[in-house]
């Protein structure tokens, strides 16, 4: 062998070394490729610092030119891809098919540039593609630009977005940060996900004029920012209530939702009927998942179990309307439903229905904190109590826990029973009892509010408190009928019926027109 041969060959293969050995691939523009330490392509991991990503059911190109890119020979490959990098110039595009994209820490961001709508600016794009999924690994940052979603997702197709890390993604003028035009689906499985809207934009679901789609929340935990005059999770402005949203896992962080929507929460269905602010967080394992409302008009109906419903503190504008919903569960340590203080509850029971509220252990069916307000009406039958009793006797059904006392408690209609398991140590309507081991006594709640049953049937083994009737005030404007065998309480603003468990009845006041059987 010559030496200059033998010099051209010891180059050649000192070169084919450090191809392998950085990845480099000298062999055809447009088809950088990653490569493991041992040899072995790794094809579909790709640096988007290379260029624009073009993904097909055959293979996918890397281009700087996307005016050139028919000029460019495409990489055959079948499989997961895994993209990384950073970049302010270029995007990913799937062009056709179906596939499964890990995006690992990766950056995007066109927001620099471009004031209306152009294909440039979108950073991810699955607009002409099938269904897909979109694996989240790492931190991830998507900004679009121009009139643009940060990423685009196709008409009448799926896109599912799941994994394990971070996702913040910010939509152009006009455009969600997830979505598009409305008719496409959105499914999240997981991840940590921040998605924010342009102007008239949701932060998931549509852009300006275009309804929100499907959207299913099945896990994760979900941050959504609308634009102005958009909500939160749903339609763009002018669409605003046309979307389909289902929660049945994961947490969904404070957001705007419209009237004339459903959304499924497990088995049950929770309808919105106006502007309603709300959030739902996943609750650890072995406790109900929780729905915080701050304001709006809710109709629930259907199987609720795992589900608490809480209106915060100070919020006085919320209203929610039993339509044959079930809660029969026996979850301990949190209300079925909560009324914070300086909040109020209307709750109201929608004609002929019968309702069911049960939870476990130190809890109550429903909680009315002490400066907190509940108003009960309506034609419907609610049953509410309280699941192992044993250890459930320091919580009223309807009303306070412990020491504590509860606030006001007003019932206008409705037939309503609510039975306390242990009425010695907790109240079916009113306060519990418990044992202060620094007072050596059993001790309940002394500055409650009053209590007024002004119309409907009530069924309660004891109302009131325990210990003292000075504790606890009945009112009542009469109309009522009270089925009980103790009051506890001062009955002297009271006007109504009581009947007792033998049967026998006293009416209490002036009374006109009351029916009586």
Same mark, same amino acid.
């Given at each position: 062998?010559?030496?200059?041969?033998?010099?051209?060959?010891?180059?050649?293969?000192?070169?084919?070394?450090?191809?392998?050995?950085?990845?480099?691939?000298?062999?055809?523009?447009?088809?950088?490729?990653?490569?493991?330490?041992?040899?072995?392509?790794?094809?579909?991991?790709?640096?988007?610092?290379?260029?624009?990503?073009?993904?097909?059911?055959?293979?996918?190109?890397?281009?700087?030119?996307?005016?050139?890119?028919?000029?460019?020979?495409?990489?055959?490959?079948?499989?997961?891809?895994?993209?990384?990098?950073?970049?302010?110039?270029?995007?990913?595009?799937?062009?056709?098919?179906?596939?499964?994209?890990?995006?690992?820490?990766?950056? #995007?961001?066109?927001?620099?540039?471009?004031?209306?709508?152009?294909?440039?600016?979108?950073?991810?794009?699955?607009?002409?593609?099938?269904?897909?999924?979109?694996?989240?690994?790492?931190?991830?940052?998507?900004? !679009?630009?121009?009139?643009?979603?940060?990423?685009?997702?196709?008409?009448?197709?799926?896109?599912? @977005?799941?994994?394990?890390?971070?996702?913040?993604?910010?939509?152009?003028?006009?455009?969600?940060?997830?979505?598009?035009?409305?008719?496409?689906?959105?499914? #999240?499985?997981?991840?940590?996900?921040?998605?924010?809207?342009? =102007?008239?934009?949701?932060?998931?679901?549509?852009?300006?004029?275009?309804?929100?789609?499907?959207?299913?929340?099945?896990?994760?935990?979900?941050?959504?920012? !609308?634009?102005?005059?958009?909500?939160?999770?749903?339609?763009?402005?002018?669409?605003?209530? =046309? +979307?389909?949203?289902?929660?049945?896992?994961?947490?969904?962080?404070?957001?705007?939702?419209?009237?004339?929507?459903?959304? =499924?929460?497990?088995?049950?269905?929770?309808?919105?009927?106006?502007?309603?602010?709300?959030?739902?967080?996943?609750?650890?394992?072995?406790?109900?998942?929780?729905?915080?409302? +701050?304001?709006?008009?809710?109709?629930?109906?259907?199987?609720?179990?795992?589900?608490?419903? &809480?209106?915060?503190?100070?919020?006085?504008?919320?209203?929610?309307?039993?339509?044959?919903?079930?809660?029969?569960?026996?979850?301990?340590?949190?209300?079925?439903?909560?009324?914070?203080?300086?909040?109020?509850?209307?709750?109201?029971?929608?004609?002929?229905?019968?309702?069911?509220? +049960?939870?476990?252990?130190?809890?109550?069916?429903?909680?009315?904190?002490?400066?907190?307000?509940?108003?009960?009406?309506?034609?419907? &039958?609610?049953?509410?109590? #309280?699941?192992?009793?044993?250890?459930?006797?320091?919580?009223?059904?309807?009303?306070?826990?412990?020491?504590?006392?509860?606030?006001?408690?007003?019932?206008?209609?409705?037939?309503?029973?609510?039975?306390?398991?242990?009425?010695?140590?907790?109240?079916? #309507?009113?306060?519990?009892?418990? +044992?202060?081991?620094? &007072?050596?006594?059993?001790?309940?709640?002394?500055?409650?509010?009053?209590?007024?049953?002004?119309?409907?049937?009530?069924? !309660?083994? @004891?109302?009131?408190?325990?210990?003292?009737?000075?504790?606890?005030?009945?009112?009542?404007?009469?109309?009522?009928?009270?089925?009980?065998?103790?009051?506890?309480?001062?009955?002297?603003?009271?006007?109504?019926?009581?009947?007792?468990?033998?049967?026998?009845?006293?009416?209490?006041?002036?009374?006109?027109?009351?029916?009586?059987?």
């Amino acid at each position: 062998m010559s030496k200059k041969r033998l010099i051209r060959k010891s180059i050649s293969v000192l070169l084919s070394i450090v191809m392998i050995l950085t990845g480099i691939n000298l062999t055809g523009y447009g088809k950088t490729e990653v490569y493991a330490q041992n040899g072995v392509k790794q094809l579909g991991q790709i640096d988007i610092a290379n260029g624009n990503i073009l993904i097909s059911s055959t293979g996918y190109k890397i281009v700087t030119d996307m005016e050139a890119a028919d000029t460019v020979e495409e990489t055959q490959y079948v499989g997961d891809y895994t993209i990384t990098g950073t970049t302010d110039l270029y995007k990913i595009v799937v062009k056709n098919g179906s596939h499964s994209i890990i995006i690992q820490d990766l950056k #995007i961001d066109l927001s620099g540039d471009g004031t209306r709508y152009n294909q440039i600016y979108r950073p991810i794009d699955f607009s002409e593609a099938d269904e897909c999924k979109l694996v989240i690994k790492g931190t991830n940052t998507i900004k !679009a630009g121009g009139d643009c979603p940060g990423i685009y997702v196709p008409d009448s197709k799926k896109i599912t @977005i799941k994994g394990d890390g971070t996702l913040n993604v910010y939509g152009g003028e006009s455009w969600p940060g997830i979505g598009r035009n409305g008719n496409g689906s959105i499914e #999240i499985q997981g991840g940590i996900i921040t998605s924010y809207g342009g =102007k008239n934009a949701a932060g998931i679901g549509g852009s300006f004029g275009f309804a929100g789609g499907k959207i299913d929340i099945l896990g994760g935990d979900v941050i959504a920012v !609308a634009g102005e005059n958009a909500i939160d999770i749903g339609g763009g402005a002018m669409k605003q209530n =046309k +979307y389909e949203l289902s929660i049945s896992g994961g947490s969904v962080h404070r957001f705007t939702a419209l009237g004339d929507t459903q959304i =499924k929460l497990g088995e049950a269905t929770m309808k919105i009927n106006s502007d309603t602010d709300l959030e739902f967080i996943k609750g650890n394992d072995g406790f109900k998942n929780k729905v915080n409302l +701050y304001s709006g008009n809710i109709e629930l109906s259907g199987n609720g179990v795992g589900y608490a419903f &809480k209106v915060m503190e100070n919020c006085q504008n919320v209203d929610i309307t039993l339509n044959n919903f079930q809660d029969d569960s026996s979850f301990g340590w949190i209300n079925t439903f909560e009324v914070c203080d300086g909040g109020k509850l209307n709750l109201h029971l929608a004609k002929d229905t019968k309702n069911v509220i +049960y939870c476990g252990s130190e809890s109550s069916a429903i909680r009315v904190n002490k400066t907190a307000s509940l108003v009960i009406d309506g034609k419907g &039958k609610l049953t509410a109590g #309280i699941h192992n009793g044993s250890c459930s006797a320091y919580s009223a059904v309807i009303g306070s826990q412990y020491t504590c006392s509860y606030g006001n408690i007003t019932i206008n209609d409705g037939i309503i029973y609510a039975d306390s398991p242990n009425p010695y140590l907790a109240a079916a #309507i009113g306060t519990a009892n418990y +044992y202060d081991s620094d &007072k050596g006594a059993y001790t309940e709640g002394t500055d409650n509010g009053i209590i007024a049953i002004n119309g409907g049937e009530v069924h !309660a083994n @004891i109302i009131g408190g325990i210990e003292s009737a000075g504790n606890a005030v009945l009112q009542g404007t009469g109309g009522a009928i009270i089925y009980t065998d103790k009051i506890n309480a001062n009955i002297s603003e009271y006007k109504g019926v009581t009947v007792n468990s033998s049967g026998e009845h006293k009416i209490y006041g002036e009374i006109s027109n009351f029916r009586f059987v």
